[in-house]
């Protein structure tokens, strides 16, 4: 699992080189074989990837044509916020073709549907889970700014919320990353995803951001308004990321154990952080260190949800995170 890292530290570099060595990857779709290509250039470095670069390259016009149909779809179905109801939209995406984001956004997207009473506010970017799931839109920098785009002009931005489930591979200094086997790559940085809800007035939001080193999006992001979940800080990896899982660690004690059960926000962000540290002292593995920063203006808009969320727990699905842990 610490090679899954992967480019958590070949990231870092991933526009600097342009010549990186190939990553090997364990599962299809799509795999990652080839090199991580420059997505800036000029002196400034890795200054170069705040903006969010985004490259695109050797996709037919076939498959780019069926998966902006599969978007326009997912965008058209959603539907706008009922007048003196806090609503919750629910936006869950895969930044990385390793089918275990794709299948934990998916089980993601219904636990937090289900949770915040979202239904018909709920849109999934994954792509394909390998396992033979009828393809979704697929997650990418630009799919997830149209979403949010979407979601902001029909959410009633003064009550209304966000719940963004964000799941991928991280890189340190630099972001999340955005690799679709060898012909999407990019960069989600903190002042990127910040500009995009800033700027589109989402102000009400959850952020669950499971990837390595996420906690650096933690500052850029904060808000009294803003609630903020990481799977690691600013200077730690996190775990149970291999291709053939059905979870990370991250996701499986949060989204697949404790907001499955009707308990607060902050009760199910504890619980998650416990089990993770057990199973990473079980693995001997360094400490992850999950952030949790809730703003104190969030109940506001919070309350309401959580006071609809369902009486009846659901049991967890998928295999455990921890099977990567045995022998």
């Known amino acids: 699992m610490q090679f899954r890292l992967y480019a958590s530290a070949v990231a870092v570099m991933l526009a600097l080189s342009g010549a990186l060595p190939a990553v090997a990857q364990q599962q299809q779709p799509p795999e990652h074989r080839t090199e991580w290509p420059g997505l800036v250039s000029g002196d400034s470095g890795i200054?170069?990837?705040?903006?969010?670069?985004?490259?695109?390259?050797?996709?037919?016009?076939?498959?780019?044509?069926?998966?902006?149909?599969?978007?326009?779809?997912?965008?058209?179905?959603?539907?706008?916020?009922?007048?003196?109801?806090?609503?919750?939209?629910?936006?869950?995406?895969?930044?990385?073709?390793?089918?275990?984001?794709?299948?934990?956004?998916r089980e993601s997207a219904r636990v937090l549907t289900r949770r915040y009473d979202a239904e018909g506010r709920s849109l999934v970017l994954a792509g394909g889970d390998g396992r033979g799931a009828p393809p979704l839109p697929s997650g990418s920098i630009t799919a997830l700014t149209l979403a949010l785009a979407r979601v902001a002009e029909l959410m009633d931005r003064n009550e209304d919320a966000l719940i963004l489930f964000v799941t991928a591979h991280g890189a340190p200094d630099a972001g999340i990353a955005y690799h679709d086997g060898d012909q999407g790559f990019g960069v989600l940085s903190p002042a990127r995803l910040a500009a995009l809800l800033d700027g589109l007035g989402i102000r009400n939001r959850l952020l669950l951001l499971s990837a390595c080193y996420s906690g650096a999006f933690v500052p850029r992001l904060m808000s009294d308004t803003t609630a903020i979940l990481t799977a690691a800080s600013a200077t730690r990896s996190s775990f149970g990321c291999r291709a053939e899982n059905d979870w990370t660690f991250f996701g499986d004690a949060l989204l697949n154990h404790a907001l499955r059960k009707a308990q607060p926000l902050a009760d199910a962000a504890t619980e998650a952080r416990q089990r993770i540290i057990g199973w990473e002292r079980e693995g001997r593995l360094d400490p992850s260190h999950p952030q949790v920063t809730i703003g104190d203006g969030v109940a506001r808009w919070l309350a309401p949800l959580e006071a609809r969320m369902p009486k009846v727990d659901t049991p967890p699905v998928g295999a455990p995170a921890t099977d990567a842990l045995q022998p």
């Open 47 to 105: 200054d170069g990837l705040e903006s969010g670069p985004e490259l695109q390259r050797g996709r037919s016009p076939q498959a780019m044509l069926a998966d902006q149909r599969r978007l326009t779809a997912a965008l058209a179905g959603l539907q706008p916020g009922r007048k003196g109801v806090v609503d919750a939209y629910v936006v869950s995406v895969a930044l990385d073709s390793d089918p275990v984001f794709a299948r934990e956004a």
